[in-house]
């Protein structure tokens, strides 16, 4: 069994992320998608999550921050919600709620066997699984993936590892390593741009 890997080009990855918005529209899989890049969760996590965990009622808006308790580690984590996050759940809440009733109870990701069950695991991986096949990624790609990209992403942008790790609640240095996926071209690179 080959190792998850992240999506590491930029290009693969737009194509990746916009298969459900643009080959295959669906709004439930692309939120997932998009949840899953942007906020580093696990599908755990994610598959639970309920409109009130990202919709404030009172002011009819998207909340700023998700605040949860890890499944895995019981730990609580609070995410800031960036532009893309906020702007996909607005778009998929109009549309998951056109003239229905909205109950801050119901899943973000119903399944739809049953309007009070969310998705599977096994069906959240053939959603990633299906838009990566699509759109050419060769390499293994699951939903972790989703927590992998987001963490090599904010690598290549500068993030320190030490923070990757505290975003991740990792206990140690190494399981944020491997998370990074780093590869003989990414040290070529470090050497590369040093002229002393």
């Avoid at 999506?7 to 918005?21: E, G, H, P, R, T």
């Avoid at 692309?30 to 639970?48: K, V």
């Avoid at 009819?60 to 984590?77: A, C």
């Avoid at 893309?84 to 009733?101: D, E, H, R």
């Amino acid at each position: 069994m080959s190792t998850t890997q992240p999506i590491k080009s930029k290009d693969a990855l737009n194509q990746f992320k916009n298969y459900y918005s643009l080959q295959k529209p669906n709004p439930r899989n692309y939120t997932l998608i998009i949840l899953g890049l942007n906020t580093a969760l696990r599908i755990s996590d994610l598959l639970t999550l309920k409109w009130k965990d990202t919709y404030d009622e009172r002011t009819k808006t998207i909340k700023k921050h998700l605040n949860i308790i890890e499944q895995k580690t019981g730990k609580p984590r609070s995410i800031a919600l960036n532009r893309s996050v906020c702007t996909t759940l607005k778009n998929y809440l109009a549309f998951s709620f056109q003239g229905n009733c909205y109950t801050k109870e119901q899943y973000l990701f119903l399944s739809q066997k049953g309007k009070k069950e969310h998705i599977s695991r096994s069906q959240a991986y053939r959603i990633v699984c299906t838009a990566a096949k699509a759109t050419g990624l060769n390499e293994h790609i699951s939903c972790h993936s989703l927590r992998k990209t987001f963490g090599y992403h904010a690598w290549k942008q500068g993030t320190p590892p030490a923070l990757l790790m505290d975003l991740y609640n990792h206990s140690s240095y190494n399981i944020t390593k491997r998370y990074l996926s780093i590869e003989q071209e990414e040290r070529d690179e470090v050497y590369l741009k040093i002229s002393l």
